[in-house]
């Protein structure tokens, strides 16, 4: 049901006549400004409807309310927001006239209508996407307790202690639907199962669960009672009862849902195919691929059109790398040199708490480097924080992808540049500037902490996020830093390469495996003769790609799209082209999908170009 201050708004916009507006040429700015104000004030109510349906989204952007629930994670709950969507869609064409809104404007209500089409067409597969996967809810559940749920008082402490309550509901729902995919014929891999049976596994060894040291979970309950303590907000006893009732919630609660997923995927997994297979072998698998495609890429390309960038993308890319190897004169093949990188100790740091401390602080020196550069490219600067932190033990895996969290709006908390350190082997020093880059700043932190703080736009526009415009970005980044004058080290400027090749293979691998039939080896194998990525972050890479579909592609093809929209504007307006304004307008706009922006863009050259 529409709250009462969504309902007024509707009722305000409801007095635009379609019937009678005027021609564009002849609608004042000042009749665009408030259509569009008007339309800003019904988004903002609407997007508060849909953040009451998601506590955990509420939770992340550093808000209190229904702090003690998870968001519901059913089938009936997806068909609720669903239903809720489409009103919401509708009530905004019936009562806004487009053409009197201003650009910013238009771009609020092209993305808050394609929302709706992105959703139909995801509930259309919900059931193709693995619920238990790398990155499901099994693993997602304690993250967010442990990184999200912030304790600042007894209250907060007891909304935790009701989450901790709720985990075997939330888990129980996801397990359900798990369930119904398995009886349409929808299975992940089966190395898919063996990681995420690891993952139960680790969740629930150690105290109390088990015997040694405290749990992962345990231990964060027990760290947050312990600083209420210290700041003098419980008392001895209560903080005592409290660990207690953490216990008690853990084995009874958490302990046995965790153990009713493991059993089903023990049971289950017996029926997965014996090899890895892509989306294809999957019921109505092709059309599935296709959707994950739209869904993740924002755009109508084609697998095969996707694989053919891929393949001359590698091709173009082989050549730099072939350039960079003579300016190190090194004698051997490309295939030779990528040996020598892979084996070689001088790229790596030890396999030691030493090692990995020496590979965060390095990352952090990276990061400040270019934060002293960011002025000259950029005029909006980000003003959140940013620690760069090791993974969870729980779902750390050995050259596992390194990976960013948002930090909340009000920065209250910190963003994270996260790394999976178990293995330093599979972590090369040569590509860790460029990683830097590309999830700190000027990538995924700048992007998406600018949008989260920039003011005048409809508050969704702050926080949505779409794959091929963030890692799009995040890949544009490592590009534009070379321009910076960074990577004066040429085995970082090779990993810089490198770094990109790999977002090409992307391309080639994962339309391979999901739409040509490519084997798991197959795709390993074009990896390993293309890139210079040890062989462990590989076979991690390819899995990735076998339980997302269509992911691994958001990285190149968004890269392209925000170079060519630059080499565009740099042509129409010549020595007037400035970086600082043509970065303002990409990312001053939040993230959007990529024919969105493309408009955004263009519209913005022509104002530029009837300036005097």
Avoid at 395 to 407: L, N, S, V
């Amino acid at each position: 049901m529409r709250s009462l201050p969504a309902l007024f708004i509707v009722a305000t916009l409801t007095g635009c006549n379609t019937a009678t507006t005027p021609p564009p040429s002849e609608v004042t700015a000042a009749t665009r400004a408030a259509e569009t104000a008007r339309l800003t004030a019904y988004l903002d109510a609407e997007y508060e409807e849909e953040l009451a349906m998601s506590p955990e989204d509420l939770t992340g952007q550093g808000r209190k309310e229904q702090y003690g629930k998870f968001d519901d994670r059913s089938e009936a709950g997806l068909d609720q927001l669903l239903e809720w969507r489409r009103t919401s869609v509708a009530d905004m064409k019936a009562t806004v006239n487009y053409e009197r809104l201003d650009d910013d404007g238009k771009t609020s209500f092209d993305i808050w209508s394609q929302e709706l089409d992105r959703f139909e067409r995801r509930m259309k597969y919900r059931r193709h996407f693995y619920l238990f996967a790398r990155g499901g809810g099994h693993t997602g559940l304690p993250q967010f307790l442990i990184n999200f749920h912030r304790v600042d008082d007894k209250s907060d402490l007891d909304a935790y202690l009701s989450r901790l309550a709720l985990v075997d509901d939330a888990l129980d729902q996801l397990l359900v639907r798990a369930k119904a995919a398995a009886a349409d014929g929808i299975r992940p891999p089966p190395f898919s199962f063996e990681q995420s049976l690891s993952e139960v596994q680790r969740i629930t060894t150690g105290a109390p669960f088990t015997g040694g040291a405290d749990s992962a979970l345990f231990a964060d309950a027990k760290a947050k009672i312990a600083a209420l303590r210290q700041a003098g907000t419980v008392t001895v006893g209560e903080a005592a009862a409290l660990v207690d009732r953490a216990s008690q919630l853990l084995v009874t609660e958490v302990k046995p849902a965790y153990a009713r997923i493991g059993a089903w995927l023990e049971s289950d997994r017996r029926n997965a195919s014996d090899s890895s297979q892509g989306a294809s072998a999957l019921p109505d698998g092709g059309a599935f691929y296709n959707t994950a495609l739209f869904l993740q890429t924002t755009t109508t390309m084609t697998s095969d059109e996707i694989h053919a960038l891929g393949l001359a993308e590698v091709a173009r890319l082989r050549a730099e790398m072939e350039a960079l190897k003579a300016k190190v004169a090194f004698t051997g093949s490309l295939p030779e040199f990528f040996a020598f990188m892979r084996r070689d100790r001088q790229f790596y740091f030890p396999n030691t708490d030493e090692g990995r401390a020496a590979y965060i602080a390095l990352a952090e020196q990276y990061l400040g480097d270019m934060q002293r550069k960011l002025p000259e490219y950029f005029g909006l600067l980000p003003k959140a924080g940013l620690v760069v932190k090791r993974v969870e033990p729980f779902r750390e895996e050995p050259g596992g992808a390194q990976h960013y969290f948002a930090g909340t709006p009000d920065g209250s908390r910190a963003a994270i540049f996260y790394a999976h350190l178990s293995d330093m082997n599979a972590m090369p020093k040569f590509q860790l500037e460029d990683v830097a880059y590309h999830e700190g700043v000027p990538g995924h932190h700048l992007q998406i902490s600018i949008a989260q703080e920039r003011t005048g736009l409809p508050t969704f526009r702050r926080q949505y996020g779409y794959g091929a415009f963030s890692e799009g970005w995040g890949l544009y980044a490592e590009a534009l830093s070379k321009e910076m004058g960074l990577f004066t080290d040429p085995y970082s400027d090779f990993g810089r390469i490198g770094g990109e090749i790999w977002r090409a293979i992307r391309l080639v691998v994962d339309t391979g495996m999901h739409a040509k039939g490519w084997s798991e080896q197959q795709a390993v194998d074009y990896f390993l003769a293309n890139s210079p990525l040890a062989e462990g972050a590989i076979r991690s890479e390819v899995r990735r790609y076998l339980v997302t579909p269509g992911q691994a592609t958001t990285y190149k093809i968004g890269m392209m799209t925000f170079q060519r929209l630059r080499d565009e504007a740099r042509q129409a307006l010549g020595t007037r082209f400035d970086y600082r304004a043509f970065h303002d307008v990409v990312l001053g706009g939040g993230s959007m999908p990529l024919p969105v922006l493309e408009g955004r863009v263009r519209r913005w050259i022509a104002a530029q170009q009837t300036k005097s």
